[in-house]
């Protein structure tokens, strides 16, 4: 029960963490195309939106600290086992993201004082700094994951790892999909939800020019990335086929080694029969995706000992909304494109708006089912292959206690942080407009 309540505990932190650290991620790149738009234009509706944005960064900043922090003490509280064995094989990227997450900080701060205060020109820099700073972060926090996932730089003896080579470890294979993967779904699901909220004003306010040029910043951003995302995420598949295949099968729902396997589309695995219930099948689908080869042989979970199998029907799933929230995402994004190439001009027509009014959320639920088929689909390992997540978990019992204490205060800052949003978006609704002087200000 204590090993549930730690895997529950960090599942919460996480789950909790990636949306805040996402928009931390994505918003300073919007504010600074925003930013630049308003230099480039002279237009006061961008300088506002490029400040609405920066103090939005602020808080979500402040928030992902808080989160982040309590991530980093329950790596150690939790799991001693895994940070103290495997501390120094994967502590570089650790310190290299707090370095990243300092210089953030530091031209965060810079951004959001220096205006008028400094130089145009490093004023902008600053705000560069941000949005790099921040993609940085998120680069060298994926490379701990690609590790637990794919482990190298050491060699494994019963006393322990030995020979580490903390570079190799930190560039453990895959790690340029992996990282691409997470940097583009953070763009994505910040850039969709921007969409959704300035779409939803659209529809209740078809005047609010403000939000009609907010729109405009966040769509280039959105549709880019939901059509370069399936790119990349298909590479990361070959990858997963080659040095995960277990993780492959239960994603696939895939209970027999098969040769020119089919793509199943949806169904729900049934663990008591060994089939998968309710597909779609497309015939050597599976096979011509994962190894480019139509007859090739994909490893099913009969391969591998039962008890190195994930939870086959939770990875099943997540992995199946995964791929179904993008697919939608990325057909809309081809309508919008073809309608902005067509009329040439961002669409404003209500079909659009609701498409995105809806789709908004669904770049933070994708963002979220790919995590969980990462993680999910590595169990029961913590390091696939080297330690079991048992085995690392602290033996400080009554874990309970702690859950349910940061669930609360999880909440809380959760409600905190959308009546804050709340807020931010409000003053920018019809009739809450900036006054003369303030908008001047802006410059």
Request: aromatic residues 10%; charged residues 15%; neutral net charge.
């Amino acid at each position: 029960m204590d090993l549930l309540y730690a895997r529950a505990q960090m599942g919460l932190s996480l789950a909790f963490h990636i949306v805040f650290a996402a928009a931390g991620i994505a918003l300073p790149l919007l504010m600074v195309l925003s930013d630049l738009k308003a230099r480039r234009t002279g237009d006061a509706d961008y300088a506002v939106l490029s400040r609405k944005l920066a103090k939005g960064t602020a808080i979500l900043f402040a928030v992902g600290a808080v989160s982040g922090t309590v991530l980093s003490f329950e790596l150690g509280l939790l799991w001693p086992a895994f940070m103290g064995t495997y501390g120094e094989v994967i502590g570089l990227p650790f310190a290299l993201e707090g370095t990243a997450f300092f210089t953030e900080a530091v031209f965060l701060g810079i951004y959001l004082y220096g205006r008028e205060r400094i130089p145009a020109g490093l004023h902008l820099f600053s705000g560069v700094m941000v949005a790099l700073s921040g993609a940085a972060s998120a680069f060298f926090v994926t490379l701990v994951n690609v590790f637990m996932n794919d482990p190298s730089g050491f060699t494994l003896t019963a006393g322990g790892p030995v020979n580490v080579d903390p570079v190799a470890a930190m560039f453990s294979p895959g790690w340029r999909h992996q990282t691409a993967h997470t940097l583009l779904a953070c763009y994505q699901a910040s850039a969709f939800a921007m969409a959704g909220i300035h779409a939803f004003v659209l529809l209740r306010h078809p005047g609010a020019a403000f939000h009609r040029k907010a729109l405009s910043i966040a769509l280039p951003l959105a549709c880019l990335s939901a059509l370069v995302q399936p790119l990349v995420g298909h590479q990361s598949a070959e990858h997963v086929a080659r040095a995960q295949p277990l993780k492959l099968a239960a994603a696939e729902g895939l209970f027999q080694t098969q040769r020119g396997a089919g793509l199943s589309v949806g169904g729900l695995p049934d663990m008591e029969t060994g089939t998968l219930r309710y597909a779609l099948e497309i015939p050597r689908g599976l096979s011509l995706m994962a190894f480019m080869d139509p007859d090739a042989e994909v490893k099913g979970l009969d391969a591998f000992p039962r008890d190195e199998w994930p939870p086959v029907p939770k990875v099943h799933v997540a992995f199946q909304v995964m791929v179904g929230t993008g697919g939608v995402m990325a057909l809309l994004s081809v309508v919008t494109l073809f309608l902005r190439w067509r009329r040439k001009a961002w669409p404003e027509d209500r079909r659009v708006l609701w498409g995105w009014l809806l789709c908004g959320p669904l770049g933070v639920v994708a963002m979220e089912a790919g995590w969980l088929v990462t993680e999910w689909g590595r169990q029961p390992w913590i390091i696939r292959g080297v330690m079991r997540t048992g085995e690392a978990v602290t033996p400080v019992q009554h874990l309970a206690a702690p859950f349910w204490t940061f669930t609360l205060v999880y909440l809380f800052l959760g409600a905190m942080v959308v009546f804050l949003m709340v807020r931010q978006v409000a003053g920018t609704l019809p009739g809450h407009e900036p006054q003369a002087g303030e908008v001047a200000h802006e410059h």
